[in-house]
Each structure stands twice: as C-alpha cells, then as structure tokens.
C-alpha cells in the first residue's frame, strides 16, 4: 500500500488486490481483499435503497441516506482505480440523477420530513441536511470528472443559502434528529458540517476558493473552532478527516489530541470498534457490540493518515481490513448503535454499508489525489 509500506496489484479479471509482497517471493500470500466483491456489494445496496418504498419521494425521487447513499457515493469511486473502470457504475449514476433532479427542482420538491406529517422542525432539518448531502453526492461526483458541473454549482448554492448565521449552530446546518446515532441525532449538526466540509475539499475547479464559497467556509471554520471541543470522538474524526482537505478546521493541538484519542481505543486485534468513538447507548437497552468494524476502523485510518502515513497502528487498522471482508458479500461488518438488528435483513445492513464505503476508502489512498487543500 503505498503510503503504509505496500503496493496493491490487481490480478486480473477477479480483481483481488494483493500485498506487494506477494510478488516478491511470498508464493502462499492469500489475497487480502477483493475489490470487485466491494463494488458489487456497494452497487447492490445503492440499487436496493432506490427501490427501498420508505426511501420514496415526491417527483419519482428518493432520499439520500446517511448510512447507504452518502457513503455510498464517497466510498464507490474509489474502486475506480483498482478495477480499471473507465466511469460511474449504473448504479451511481441512478444516484447522481436522482440527485440532480431533486436539485433542479430544489423548489418544488417537499422536504425528506414535512411539518405536516412529522412535526416541527422537521421540514427546516430536511432542507438542511439535504442541502449538504446534495452537493456532497454531485461534488464527489465532479472530482472524478476533473470539472464542477452547474448542478454542483446549484447544489452548493442551495447549501449556503441554508447555512445557519445564528444561535449554537451558527456555520452549521439544521440537521435531522430521530435520535439515531451517529448520524440523525441532537449531536449531528456537527457531522453535517464535516460532510459540507467535504463536499468543499472534493469540488473541483478551484471552488472551495472562490468567492461563492468564501463567506461560508468562514463561518464553517469558525464554528469548528467553537465546537470541536464539545463532540465526541466519531465527529471529531469526521472533521479531522475533512480538514485533511480544507484547513483552518482543526489546529495543530486538537489533531494530535484527537489522534492520541483514537489510539487509546484501539482493540487489541489492530481495529477500531464504533460505539468506542462515543457515549453511545441502544434504545432498546440491548449490549453494545464492541467488536472491531469497518466503519470505526476505515474512519479512523482516514482521519489519521494525512499527517501519521507511516505509524504502524494505522498499518494495524489496515491490517485488520484487509483481513475482515466478508468472503461471501463483499462487505465489511459493523452494528447498529441504536438498536439490535437482523444483521441479514436489508435494514441490519445499513451499517455494513457504510462500513465498506468507509473500508475501500482507507484501503485505497491512491484515490485520494482527487482532492485538494485549501487554504
């Protein structure tokens, strides 16, 4: 992997990426994860959730997910790379339609949530969250393509239209609470405005730096600078990971803090396990699991690897994923924090999918090059 000390190599048309190793003398080296296994798996849960009735609507569209169709979109094209794919699957591209549709008609489509039909202030949290999954979706999207799209352009506008300028969320957005963690809960504000973060870092053509973008990063980084010191681990590293793109998120004290934070939960088998990354408790007082997942661990190792590329327990957590995909699915494991599901039903599953999302992330640094700092 090549910022860890490896190199991966795709063996042709199974497209199993190997350790470098494996080609200089080690003949018995299984292989160490299967990259066409993850991109069907993705594709097959991003086909799913299009389809999925309680993820319908209005104008024949669906929503963008925080667990499956966010990560999904981050997480997919990295596998561009390792299975020498020359664009988006089907799959992603139903998804950038759907979104831009729903952009294009910004004002005609009805919130995620209405009012009406799930109280106040649901229809204000919808726009919010969605304004940031939107361009997130369409950014990740154009940094492939090398050029910002003006449905991006539009998409963005639309986000800082709806960015806070007032009270404790101020640089923030309004973001859904259903109490569900760890991401549509009273604590989330502050993971949407990594993904908005983000959504900056990956846009290509220079945005982040221009004049459309200048007053809300503004506003974005003095509220980070607020409240980093109030969140709990998993929000912490979202950020960290999205200032690995757009400075002036993290200063240099809270990223080795934070850092110092993450190893201290380390498992012993190398990984990292979610509910360690929070005051986390399950609603229907069922344990915890507190097994490594890919979720915690690929997060981790991306929040950690700009400024620690060569620490060895980041080649741990690499190992571990390496090690942990699911022969059978593609997928990598992780856990509901709210509650215990079927981890064979299509919902117990929302978890894997950001696991993996996450996992093919980290296991593939290459892909990286798409974005850019800004200052």
């Known amino acids: 992997m090549t910022t860890l000390g490896r190199a991966l190599v795709i063996l042709g048309a199974a497209a199993v990426v190997v350790p470098f190793a494996a080609h200089m003398g080690a003949e018995t080296a299984p292989p160490a994860w299967n990259a066409q296994a993850a991109a069907t798996y993705l594709d097959g849960r991003l086909d799913w959730w299009s389809t999925f ?90 940094a492939q393509a090398g050029r910002l799209a003006d449905d991006t352009r539009q998409a963005f506008a639309n986000m800082w239209e709806l960015q806070m300028r007032t009270g404790p969320t101020n640089g923030a957005w309004a973001w859904l609470d259903f109490h569900y963690e760890p991401w549509e809960a009273p604590g989330s504000p502050f993971f949407g405005a990594a993904m908005a973060a983000t959504a900056l870092g ?11 973008a200048k007053d809300g990063l503004t506003r974005l980084r003095e509220y980070s600078a607020r409240e980093l010191p109030k969140q709990n681990l998993f929000n912490k ?14 200063g240099d004290s809270d990223r080795q803090a934070i850092a110092d934070a993450a190893f201290a939960v380390q498992q012993p088998d190398g990984g990292w396990n979610l509910a360690a990354l929070g005051d986390f408790k ?31 327990r980041l080649t741990r957590g690499i190992d571990w994923l390496e090690k942990n995909q699911d022969a059978r699915t593609g997928a990598w494991p992780a856990t509901s924090l709210n509650k215990e599901r079927d981890p064979a039903s299509d919902i117990g599953r929302f978890m894997s999918d950001a696991a993996t999302s996450y996992a093919v992330m980290a296991l593939t640094p290459s892909h990286e090059s798409t974005t850019r700092i800004v200052r």
């Open 53 to 142: 009735p309680n993820a319908a609507r209005d104008h024949d569209t669906y929503c963008v997910s925080c667990h499956t169709a966010a990560p999904v979109a981050l997480g997919r094209p990295a596998l561009r790379q390792p299975l020498n794919e020359r664009g988006p699957s089907a799959a992603e591209r139903k998804l950038y339609e759907n979104v831009a549709k729903r952009v294009a008609l910004w004002r005609e489509v009805a919130p995620f949530y209405p009012d009406q039909t799930r109280g106040l202030p649901k229809s204000s949290e919808s726009r919010g969250t969605e304004s940031v999954l939107n361009a997130l979706v369409l950014s990740a999207r154009d």
């Open 282 to 312: 399950r609603v229907d007082n069922t344990a915890l699991d507190r097994r490594s997942d890919g979720l915690a661990t690929g997060l981790v190792i991306l929040a950690l690897r700009p400024s620690m590329r060569t620490d060895a």
């Open 237 to 250: 590293l979202m950020m960290l990971w999205a200032s690995a793109h757009i400075d002036g998120l993290v």
């Open 202 to 212: 990956l846009a290509p053509d220079g945005y982040a730096a221009s004049d459309a």
